[in-house]
């Protein structure tokens, strides 16, 4: 199985060094010199990690055959894909693969039928599951331990407690002003 890994930003440097945004919870592994990666377009790749390093907060990499900046820099926005053992698993019983995430019926404590997990989106301060309604809208819910409460691999399901307005309109205002 592929899973994308990171995607390439800018070039840094005049030496072939890209920017990457990682999209792995393991970037050691998949990102780890020597690593031979697929890419998106596939007419650019495949790429094998040359060298890695941290830089002011980003990972740094550098391809073996990208020597300069432009070639560096003609690999912006190239996805890195990883082929992964469908059966593997994280490390951590609490982690989970977006593989293993998508598609999964989501129901409320109580079985209330809330839909299908399409898509997971990981923004920096955290994953949102794109959970398609059965009426065909979208609803958006982050997953957090306190909304979602649990996910069965085996029954392919999560269970999410979600607080008021979240899937419904029966959102609860507070307001710090006293009512008259």
């Known amino acids: 199985m592929q899973l994308v890994v990171a995607r390439i930003g800018r070039a840094h440097g005049i030496k072939g060094e890209v920017t990457v945004e990682v999209r792995t919870d393991e970037p050691e592994v998949r990102l780890a010199p020597g690593a031979v990666l697929a890419t998106d377009p596939a007419t650019t790749g495949p790429l094998t990690i040359e060298t890695g390093r941290v830089h002011s907060g980003r990972l740094l990499l550098r391809f073996e055959g990208v020597n300069d900046r ?7 926005n190239t996805l890195l894909i990883a082929e992964v053992d469908p059966d593997e698993l994280p490390e951590d019983e609490d982690e989970y693969y977006d593989h293993q995430l998508i598609d999964l019926d989501v129901v409320t404590e109580d079985g209330v039928e809330v839909g299908r997990i399409t898509e997971i989106s990981h923004l920096p301060s955290q994953d949102l599951f794109i959970v398609e309604r059965p009426d065909g809208s979208e609803v ?21 407690t979600p607080p008021p307005g979240l899937i419904d309109d029966k959102a609860e205002i507070a307001s710090s002003r006293e009512e008259s």
């Open 70 to 76: 432009n070639a560096a820099e003609a690999l912006r």
């Open 140 to 160: 958006m819910i982050p997953f957090v331990g306190e909304i979602v409460t649990e996910i069965d691999l085996a029954e392919q399901k999560a269970v999410i």
